[in-house]
């Protein structure tokens, strides 16, 4: 049995996005599920920083975060993962603005999601001093 202060250190998680990811643009809109599968991404970014590109869960936990139910959920989750890699968001800078995907893949493997975000959103999901789209 979970004690409730391990229930409620699971459901805080706290996740570091610049005020430029925060203001980004989107070509198109984000679903619901698509936010919390973004969100959930980064918060085991921002758990595990020295992973990042690469973040894995299970796919009971992307069913769980994502709100998935019913019976086809396989499908559900391909879909899902097959539109956020179409997903793409415009970040300003003071000196920059770009077009970007979030991700470079999105892999579902057996009872395994991989994703792998894209290089340049590193900045603005870590909490780096300088901001820069490009070096």
């Known amino acids: 049995m979970t004690n409730s202060k391990e229930k409620?250190?699971?459901?805080?998680?706290?996740?570091?996005?610049?005020?430029?990811l925060v203001e980004a643009i989107y070509e198109d809109e984000l679903t619901a599920t698509e936010h919390k599968i973004i969100r959930y991404a980064a918060g085991k970014v921002s758990k595990s920083p020295e992973s990042f590109?690469?973040?894995s869960f299970t796919i009971s936990e992307f069913?769980?975060?994502?709100?998935?139910?019913?019976?086809?959920?396989?499908a559900k989750v391909e879909k899902i993962m097959d539109e956020l890699t179409k997903k793409n968001i415009m970040i300003k800078t003071e000196l920059q603005s770009g077009w970007f995907p979030w991700f470079k893949g999105i892999v579902y493997e057996d009872d395994m999601v991989h994703i792998q975000f894209n290089d340049v959103i590193e900045p603005y999901l870590m909490n780096a001093e300088?901001?820069?789209?490009y070096p």
């Open 53 to 55: 590109p690469d973040v």
């Open 130 to 133: 300088t901001l820069k789209l």
């Open 63 to 74: 069913i769980k975060v994502a709100g998935i139910s019913g019976n086809d959920y396989h």
């Open 8 to 20: 409620n250190t699971e459901k805080k998680m706290q996740i570091y996005q610049s005020n430029d």
